[in-house]
Each structure stands twice: as C-alpha cells, then as structure tokens.
C-alpha cells in the first residue's frame, strides 16, 4: 500500500533562507505525487504535482520538487523564503488500487518564516 | 467564478446531534470526496463519489453518511455514531481518475 513520510513536523527558516521540506513515499507502481499547501483555516491548494516526464517539477509561488525515484523521495524546495510562506505543507500520492483515485497525505509539515 | 464552496465554516453541535455539512461545486467536476483533518495526522478519507447516485466508503466511514443525488452536491452527515466527530472536514472534487483534486475552504465541526 502506498503511504508517504514527511520529515520534520515543524520547520523554521529566516526569511530569505532556503526552504526545504522533505517528503518520501511508498509505492508499488509509478506515483503521482502533490504538494498541497494550507493556510490556516482554510482548504489546501495545489503547489505542483508530478504524473510522468521531467522530474523536476516547477510549481507556484517560487516553489519547485524534484521526483526522485532511487530515492523514493519529492522534497519541495524554494531558494529564498518570505513570510507569506508560513503555512502548513502537504505532501500526497495518487493510491490507485482501489480503482479511484484516492489521495494518501502526509501529516504535514508546518513551516513558520522569521524576519 | 468556478470552485467548491463548503457551509457553513464553522459549525457547533451538542454530543449526540446528526449534523450535515454542506459542500456544492460548479466545476462540473464528476468526482467528489470528503476528508477528515485532525492535527498532525493529514488527512483521511471519509467517502468519495465518482459518478451521481454512487458513493464508496474510504477509510474512516463510520459515523458518517453521505449522498449524491445531483451532480454539484455531496453533503456529508455526522451521525451521533461517530465517536470522536471534533474535527476539521474538507470537500474535494475533480474529473476524476488521476485528475487534480481541488479543495473547498472547510468546515471545522466542534460537538460539545
């Protein structure tokens, strides 16, 4: 069964720093992997998502992730962060095998941004 | 402006009340899902929907009821069999199969 591992329940970054939020995933087939993003007390939007192709996915907002399959991961990354980063991450993969498309989440990553 | 809309944002119920939450979209979007999130564990499925008249259970199905009687509408209910039902409940939907799911602003349910 597919699950995905998000490392770090918290992360702290200065603005301006790089962000990096880790994120590794179980699957029995070829995954299609998401990262949502949460702010507070609202629903999650789409950050990027990969289905097949290049493995550096681009996606808003300055973010990017990079699928790498030796090493089951899709960390999401930004060069230099700002206080409007500080939010709640999420990363997700496509579970097939029921014959839906069901979405596993990790149990996030809450990133705060300081000055 | 095309999107899902869930009602209402915040909802208080006494222990051993149904409650039903609202979640409507005009994507045209013939999937819909539920999902249930509680801190530091993500989200869980509750029920999902891919076509009118069908739902499956996910997950986490019991306590709770669904239906689909229109394209637009997937409303969920929280029976009083659901032992722990404090929780922030988000509405999804897309095309279907591998398509994107896109995510309604949530409701966040407290039974006293």
């Known amino acids: 069964a597919q699950s995905v591992t998000q490392l770090g329940s918290h992360v702290s970054v200065s603005e301006g720093a790089l962000v990096l939020l880790r994120c590794n995933y179980s699957?029995?087939?070829?995954?299609?992997l998401f990262w949502y993003v949460q702010y507070p007390n609202q629903g999650l939007q789409l950050l990027l998502k990969y289905t097949t192709g290049a493995t550096l996915v681009k996606g808003i907002n300055g973010f990017e992730a990079e699928f790498k399959k030796s090493e089951t991961s899709f960390h999401l990354t930004k060069p230099s962060a700002h206080m409007s980063d500080a939010a709640e991450y999420f990363c997700?993969?496509?579970?097939?095998?029921?014959?839906?498309?069901?979405?596993?989440f990790g149990a996030g990553t809450r990133l705060a941004v300081h000055p | 402006d095309g999107g899902i809309t869930q009602s209402p944002k915040y909802l208080f119920r006494k222990e051993g009340q149904n409650v039903t939450l609202s979640c409507e979209q005009n994507l045209n979007h013939d999937a819909m899902y539920w999902y249930r999130q509680d801190p530091g564990q993500g989200l869980r499925l509750i029920y999902y929907s891919q076509i009118v008249n069908d739902f499956q259970k996910g997950d986490i199905a019991e306590g709770y009821s669904v239906s689909r009687e229109k394209k637009e509408s997937f409303p969920l209910t929280v029976t009083s069999a659901q032992k722990n039902p404090t929780a922030f409940y988000l509405c999804a939907s897309n095309r279907g199969g591998t398509d994107t799911q896109y995510f309604g602003p949530g409701t966040r349910l407290t039974v006293l």
């Open positions: 699957s029995s087939v070829p995954p299609y």
């Open positions: 997700a993969v496509s579970d097939l095998s029921g014959g839906y498309n069901k979405l596993i």
